[in-house]
């Protein structure tokens, strides 16, 4: 058994070389439209693209209420023809993503555009990517797997939380296999995004808080993680600062566009951060939780923060001080270890405010060996976290969220 300081080395060693790589790659940033309205601007960037065909990648409920409407009108009025495929489901699998691929070739898409939270997005990136990519998904996972550039790709988010229109990721759920692998590399960045905030404005309290949250955690793994660079930093102050400004008005008061919009900016920037920097522990962990129990992303990040920065503190005291004090939470006279505790603290508060629990009722406490086990593997292997811990320790970190 090699000793677990040794391990540590050797996973500090490779987030290194994996640093030296991430600065040194072009990371694309897609042409960005912003603003009320913005979605129908891109719909006319699409046409002037030549696009004559576009594969819609979105979820049944967006269909159900109608959100799409707007969109299709417009698409309609361009000439531009498109085919609806609303079958992804929360944490979308690799059958979801292959039926999607089978609509595309059998409607003879040129394009794709996706419509949704990070879910439809994601799976228009993998079924982008399997487009030109002739090879299992699984063979994707991991970073840099995706060889030929895929499938042009135009995204407009409905929630503010994953951030998936900017990001090198998308997550693909296996469920034969009780779990969720992120694809990673830079050619799945879309070509153009629209942040249209009033495609936000109908969004329920409950979901608003849960991917408000996640962008939060976004911006928090990437602010402490080790591979950070002042790029990263910056855009992560400027979410945290964002989310803490706007989220409690998004959630109290639905129809406030000025918040809506404010979110979908930090949600963008949050990206851009995690793009470079990663993020750590707590998406580890949560990935898992949707891998067993199919709980929504947004609210197991949530749920599992303020325990992983509990446990990181010692080792990025200073950095989350900085995130409490563009938070507006620094006194007069505050020490860094006071401040940063504050922090995590008001992370907590927040979750209280917004109806979410300190805990995870479906967790089995079977199943947390091998929750912990496989969130180790995920974060040692691809993520640079300020502090490692071993499998005893992620058990027993864990274990305080049974309910």
Do not use: W
Request: with cysteine; glycine share 8%; hydrophobic share 45%.
């Amino acid at each position: 058994m090699i000793p677990f300081g040794v391990q540590v080395a050797g996973y500090q060693s490779l987030m290194k070389t994996l640093k030296g790589v991430v600065k040194t790659l072009p990371f694309p940033k897609p042409t960005l439209f912003s603003g009320p309205g913005s979605s129908l601007e891109l719909c006319e960037a699409i046409s002037q693209m030549g696009v004559h065909k576009l594969l819609i990648v979105t979820d049944s409920m967006l269909v159900k209420i109608g959100l799409l409407g707007d969109i299709e009108k417009k698409l309609k009025a361009l000439g531009v023809r498109y085919v609806i495929y609303d079958g992804i489901l929360p944490d979308p699998t690799v059958e979801q993503i292959e039926t999607g691929l089978k609509v595309l070739k059998r409607e003879r898409c040129q394009a794709i555009l996706a419509v949704g939270g990070g879910s439809p997005i994601d799976a228009a990136k993998v079924i982008a990517a399997r487009a030109t990519n002739d090879k299992a998904i699984s063979s994707m996972e991991g970073m840099f797997k995706v060889f030929t550039a895929p499938m042009p790709l135009y995204a407009v988010p409905t929630t503010a939380g994953t951030g998936s229109e900017v990001t090198i990721a998308a997550v693909v759920s296996d469920p034969k296999r009780k779990k969720k692998s992120p694809i990673m590399d830079p050619k799945l960045v879309p070509m153009m995004a629209a942040l249209d905030g009033a495609l936000m404005t109908g969004l329920p309290p409950h979901i608003t808080a849960a991917t408000g949250m996640d962008a939060l955690t976004h911006a928090v793994e990437a602010y402490i993680s080790a591979n950070a660079l002042p790029e990263t930093d910056g855009y992560a102050l400027a979410a945290t600062k964002l989310i803490m400004e706007n989220l409690p008005r998004a959630v109290a008061k639905g129809k406030d566009l000025k918040a809506r919009q404010a979110m979908s900016f930090a949600s963008y920037y949050a990206a851009l951060a995690f793009t470079r920097a990663g993020v750590g522990y707590v998406h580890a962990i949560s990935h898992n939780f949707g891998a067993f129990y199919h709980t929504p992303h947004g609210l197991a990040n949530a749920i599992v923060m303020p325990y992983v920065l509990d446990f990181s503190k010692s080792s990025c005291t200073r950095k989350l001080a900085k995130l409490g004090e563009v938070s507006g939470l620094r006194k007069k006279g505050d020490r860094q270890p006071k401040l940063a505790t504050r922090f995590i603290d008001h992370i907590r508060e927040l979750n209280e405010e917004f109806g979410i629990p300190d805990g995870l009722e479906a967790l089995e406490k079977s199943d947390i060996p091998a929750i912990a086990r496989n969130a180790l593997k995920e974060a040692h292997y691809t993520y640079a976290v300020p502090r490692y811990m071993d499998q005893r320790t992620c058990e027993k970190l864990i274990s305080k969220m049974l309910v």
